[in-house]
Every structure is written in structure tokens, then in C-alpha cells.
């Protein structure tokens, strides 16, 4: 099935600095989901966009829907070790589609 | 807050076991998934139900089978489970995309191992 551009696949940060990770697909989206995953458990959703331009925070966290509806980012500031763990975007295409496309996941590692 | 329980967070079964997978949540949701994620494959859509009593396939529907009779309920069956099944299983809900309902929630998820 389709699958979305995620990157990078893996970083490697000190604690206490800012990550970005962003999702670009070649089709339009209508709605972006990012998600972090930890180790044995289940995605918990983080953040959900629905409309170009859109900027949303959740604490530390803020993502973008991206004006050409291709692509999406996720910023975390200040890291801190719980912060550790597998993150997802997801999206659901433009025109009634019913199932969503992942990313294949950015694993971020923090050096305290 | 939404919840979405699995029967199970470890299971181990031998092959040719029929395996039963069970979810629940709890918030009313239309939609509900079964996934499977796998190392360097990422998660992958085994089927999914619109509503009570209707299913369809995803992308990887072989070997497996499902049910949904009741609204909070979706079943994930192996009808003879086999070493390749072996995998993390997760369930996900949400409400109808035509509602409104982007979001989807996901349980904790299944570690099933096949012998």
C-alpha cells in the first residue's frame, strides 16, 4: 500500500535540544496524525491537522499541516529523556478515503 | 478519554493453533482496525470494519479472518496460526470519516508468538 516519506528514520540528540521530523507524500492529504509509539505499547496519538497552514502545539510538541497539503512536520523543544520512542505520522488521503498512510517512523535517542 | 483495551499484551501459541484476538473500545467509534507491525515494515492494515457486522480487507487479509457483532467489539482470528504470524498486533478505533472522526486511537497492543 501507499506509504509516506518520513525523515530522518533515526536521530541521535542531547538532551534539552529542539528535534524536527517532517512527512511529504506526492498526494494531498486532508487530514495529518502524528503519533509516538514507546517500546511493547501501542501508538498514542500526539497532535491531528486538518486544514493547510494549520499550526498546533501539545505542550512541548507543535506541528504544521503544510500549505500544499503534500506534507506535514513535527517540532519537539527542549528534549528530555522521556521524549525517547518510535514517532508516526499518519494521513488520510484527500477524497474520501477511509483507510490511513504511514510513515515508516523516526526513532529518536536522547543522550542525557 | 478514549479507551481501546486488547484481550491480551503477550500470547505464545503453537502452529496450528486457531488464535483469537479481542478488542474493545469504548467510545461509541463506527471504525474499527486490526494492524500488524513488523521491524522495517511498518504498520500494516489486515482489515477493518466500517460498522457492526461489516468487514473488509486490507492490504494483508491472508491467513486471517474477523468479526464484529457487536459496536465496541472487533475480533482478529488466526484460524491455524503459523510462524509468519508472529508479530506485534494492534487495534485501533474512530469514528466514521464522514462524522468528523480523523482521529484514531490505537490499544496497546498484542506480542503474539507462534512456535
Known amino acids: 500500500g501507499q506509504q509516506l516519506n518520513q525523515s530522518p528514520q533515526s536521530m541521535f540528540i542531547q538532551e534539552g535540544e529542539d528535534v524536527s521530523m517532517n512527512c511529504t507524500s506526492s498526494s494531498i492529504f486532508n487530514t495529518w496524525l502524528w503519533y509516538k509509539q514507546d517500546p511493547g505499547e501501542g501508538p498514542v496519538l500526539l497532535i491531528a491537522?486538518?486544514?493547510?497552514?494549520e499550526l498546533t502545539s501539545n505542550g512541548r510538541l507543535t506541528a504544521q499541516f503544510g500549505i500544499t497539503r503534500k506534507d506535514s512536520f513535527l517540532n519537539i523543544s527542549a528534549s528530555i529523556p522521556s521524549d525517547v520512542g518510535i514517532y508516526f505520522c499518519?494521513?488520510?488521503?484527500?477524497?474520501?478515503?477511509?483507510?490511513?498512510?504511514f510513515g515508516q517512523g523516526t526513532r529518536l535517542t536522547i543522550n542525557p | 478519554d478514549v479507551k481501546v483495551t486488547q484481550s491480551s499484551r503477550y500470547l505464545v501459541k503453537r502452529t496450528g493453533e486457531k488464535v483469537f484476538l479481542e478488542c474493545v473500545q469504548d467510545m461509541d467509534h463506527e471504525n474499527m482496525f486490526w494492524y500488524r507491525q513488523d521491524p522495517g515494515l511498518g504498520l500494516r492494515l489486515i482489515y477493518f470494519?466500517?460498522?457492526?457486522?461489516?468487514?473488509e480487507k486490507g492490504d494483508i487479509p491472508e491467513g486471517y479472518s474477523v468479526s464484529r457483532e457487536k459496536k465496541e467489539r472487533f475480533s482478529l482470528i488466526l484460524e491455524s496460526a503459523s510462524t509468519n504470524q508472529t508479530s506485534m498486533y494492534l487495534c485501533a478505533s474512530r469514528f466514521t470519516v464522514l462524522a468528523g472522526g480523523n482521529e484514531q486511537f490505537f490499544g496497546p497492543g498484542t506480542r503474539l508468538t507462534v512456535l
Open positions: 499518519a494521513g488520510l488521503p484527500w477524497g474520501g478515503a477511509q483507510k490511513l498512510v
Open positions: 491537522l486538518y486544514k493547510a497552514g
Open positions: 470494519s466500517y460498522d457492526v457486522k461489516m468487514k
